[in-house]
């Protein structure tokens, strides 16, 4: 008799849910958010974000080989890599990862 009620109460609550990271911090595991890495295709979760080229399009690059691939191991890249520019970190917020190096211990 009433069973269909919560039932269409608990639908209703889901369609009208934003989509945002607050509510999405549930269920999937920390690797499900990965971006991948433009080059080799690698999901990371961290990955460095410049342009690498005269398209001057912005790429998602790992941080291991491709990054030094790419900008000669420098941040600012090198005269071997004109066309490298630094935009800045990605980083996977569900992995509780940091790009920054840790601190030293006092
Ligand atoms: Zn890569």
């Known amino acids: 008799m009433a069973t269909d009620q919560p039932?269409?109460?608990?639908s209703a609550e889901l369609v009208k849910l934003p989509v945002d990271s607050k509510s999405q911090k549930r269920s999937k595991s920390p690797s499900a958010y990965r971006k991948s890495c433009d080059l080799c295709h690698t999901p990371n979760d961290v990955l460095v974000r410049c342009q690498i080229d005269e398209t001057c399009s912005w790429h998602f690059v790992c941080t291991k080989k491709c990054w030094k691939d790419v900008s000669g191991g420098m941040v600012d890249g090198?005269?071997?890599?004109?066309?490298?520019r630094y935009g800045g970190m990605w980083?996977?917020?569900h992995a509780g990862?940091?790009?920054?190096?840790p601190k030293p211990k006092k």
């Open 97 to 101: 990862v940091s790009a920054k190096k």
């Open 91 to 93: 980083k996977n917020k």
């Open 7 to 10: 039932e269409l109460a608990v």
């Open 78 to 84: 090198d005269s071997n890599h004109p066309y490298y």
